[in-house]
Structure formats: structure tokens, C-alpha cells
């Protein structure tokens, strides 16, 4: 069965500094990876996927994601954080082989932008 | 604009009363899901279905019901038998595939005391 890992429970980054939230997932084929944002007290918007070809993935608002197949990750990142970013993201992996999508997300990770 | 529709926002209720939360999307989207999440755990599944009178438990279906007769609702009912049931429940949809992204509702908080 898929996992999702994801290390960092708080992230603090200063507006205007680089971002990168940690993400490893397990699974033992090529997986369907996703990053969420979620606002507090509002569902989740995906951000960005990937399931197949380059491995750079970009998203909405700035972000971008890589996959490295070598090291099980899928890192977001984002070069200059803005205060609207403060949120809490998630990352999810989907089966491939199940003919069907039912994504395992992690268990979050929180982000705090200081001025 | 399509989306979905989770109501009520807040729900207030008394142990050992069943309670309802609604679903509703209007993408015309094939599969709906149920989550719960509670603080540091993440999402949980609890129960989905792929297609109209068709539904799965997930990984957290004891103590909730769902009903799947139109294609357009898919609500769930936390029932006495749940133990823990103050959370946030967050409803989705998708088309189904593998590689789609699921659609989410802003959710229902539900406190019981």
C-alpha cells in the first residue's frame, strides 16, 4: 500500500525567502503524485500533479515540484515566498494500477510567512 | 461556476444523536469521496464511491453510513456508534481516473458534547 511522508509538521520562512516543503512517498510502482493547499477552515486546492514525463512540475502561484524517483520524494518549492502563502499543504499519492483513484495524503505540513 | 456544496458549515450535536452532513456537486463528476481530518493526522478516507448506488468504506468507515442515489449527492451520516466523531469532514469528487484531482467541498465541522 502507498504512504506519504511528510517530515515537517511547521515551516517558518521570511516574505521574500525560498521555499521548500519536504515530501516522500512509498510505493512500489510509478506513482500519481499531488501537492494540496489548504487555508484554514476551507477545503484543499490542488497546487500541482505529476504522473508521467518531466520530472519539474510547475503549479499554481509560483510553485514548482520534482519528482526524484531515486530518492521516493516530490519537494515543492517556491523562489520567493509572499505572505498569502501561509497555509498548511499537503502531499497525496494515487495508485496507478488500481483503475481507480484513491489518494493517501500526508499528514500536512503548516506554513508560517514572517514579515 | 461548478463546485461543490458541503452545509451546513458548523453542526452542533448531542452524543448519541445520528447526524447528516450533505454533499452536493454539480461537476458532473462520476466518484465522490468523504474525509475526516483532525489536526496533525492529515486526511483520512472513510468512504467513497465510483458510481451512482455504488459505494466502498475506506480506511476509517466504522461508525458512518453514506447513501449514493444520485449521482449529484453523496451525504454521510455519523452515527452513535463513532466514537470520536468531533472533526472536520471534508467532502471531494472527481472523474475517477488515476491521475485526476479530486474537487473539495470547504468542509463541515462537526462538534458533538
Known amino acids: 500500500a502507498q504512504s506519504v511522508t511528510q517530515p515537517d509538521i511547521h515551516i517558518t520562512v521570511s516574505e521574500g525567502a525560498s521555499l521548500e516543503l519536504r515530501c516522500n512517498y512509498s510505493?512500489?510502482?510509478?506513482?500519481?503524485l499531488f501537492w494540496y493547499v489548504q487555508s484554514p477552515g476551507q477545503g484543499l486546492q490542488l497546487l500541482l500533479k505529476?504522473?508521467?514525463?518531466?520530472?519539474l512540475v510547475q503549479g499554481i502561484k509560483g510553485f514548482e515540484a520534482e519528482f526524484k524517483r531515486s530518492q521516493s520524494s516530490f519537494n515543492l518549492r517556491k523562489p520567493s515566498v509572499h505572505w498569502s502563502d501561509a497555509a498548511e499543504y499537503f502531499c497525496?499519492?494515487?495508485?496507478?494500477?488500481?483503475?481507480?483513484?484513491?489518494?493517501?495524503f500526508g499528514t500536512g505540513t503548516r506554513l508560517l510567512v514572517s514579515p | 461556476d461548478g463546485g461543490i456544496t458541503q452545509s451546513p458549515k458548523y453542526l452542533f450535536r448531542k452524543e448519541g444523536q445520528n447526524v447528516t452532513l450533505s454533499c452536493e456537486q454539480n461537476?458532473?463528476?462520476?466518484?465522490m469521496y468523504w474525509y475526516r481530518q483532525d489536526p496533525g493526522q492529515g486526511l483520512r478516507l472513510i468512504y467513497y464511491?465510483?458510481?451512482?448506488?455504488?459505494?466502498q468504506k475506506g480506511d476509517i468507515a466504522e461508525g458512518y453510513s453514506v447513501s449514493r442515489e444520485k449521482k449529484e449527492s453523496f451525504p454521510l451520516t455519523v452515527t452513535s456508534a463513532q466514537k470520536n466523531p468531533t472533526a472536520f469532514y471534508l467532502c471531494?469528487?472527481?472523474?475517477?481516473?488515476?491521475?485526476?484531482?479530486?474537487?473539495f467541498g470547504n468542509g463541515t465541522r462537526l462538534t458533538v458534547t
Open positions: 471531494a469528487s472527481s472523474i475517477g481516473l488515476p491521475d485526476s484531482p479530486l474537487h
Open positions: 510505493y512500489g510502482a510509478t506513482p500519481y
Open positions: 505529476y504522473f508521467s514525463g518531466d520530472t
Open positions: 497525496a499519492v494515487g495508485a496507478v494500477n488500481t483503475g481507480f483513484q484513491k489518494l493517501v
Open positions: 461537476l458532473n463528476h462520476d466518484a
Open positions: 464511491s465510483q458510481i451512482v448506488n455504488d459505494f
